[in-house]
């Protein structure tokens, strides 16, 4: 646990908040992937939506695809406070390549 923030506004730094983000994102993704499929992030869109401060917790969506091939797929990733309040919305994009084994 940090004990001390040590930026002026004395928040979560918005660039931690995507690289947060992005992992959670990323994670949630990669369990849906076979073990020869790939993916690759191709494009991040963050929404700061509240000074972030605290603990926070990360979930993400990641859309059913596995009836199709799809190129790329969109996940859904939201970043709450202790207070359930979200302080951050984002949406990353993978281009996929996905192996039918």
Known sequence: EV???RNPFRCVHAAALVLFGETVG???????LGK???AILTNISAEYIKVSRGH???TSVVP???DSDPEFVVT???IQNANSETVAKLSL???TDIKRE
């Open 3 to 5: 004990k001390e923030i």
């Open 26 to 32: 990323g994670l949630a993704l990669f369990t849906r």
């Open 36 to 38: 020869k499929d790939r």
């Open 56 to 58: 926070l917790t990360a």
């Open 64 to 66: 059913d695809f596995h």
């Open 76 to 78: 859904e990733v939201v």
């Open 93 to 95: 994009t993978w281009k």
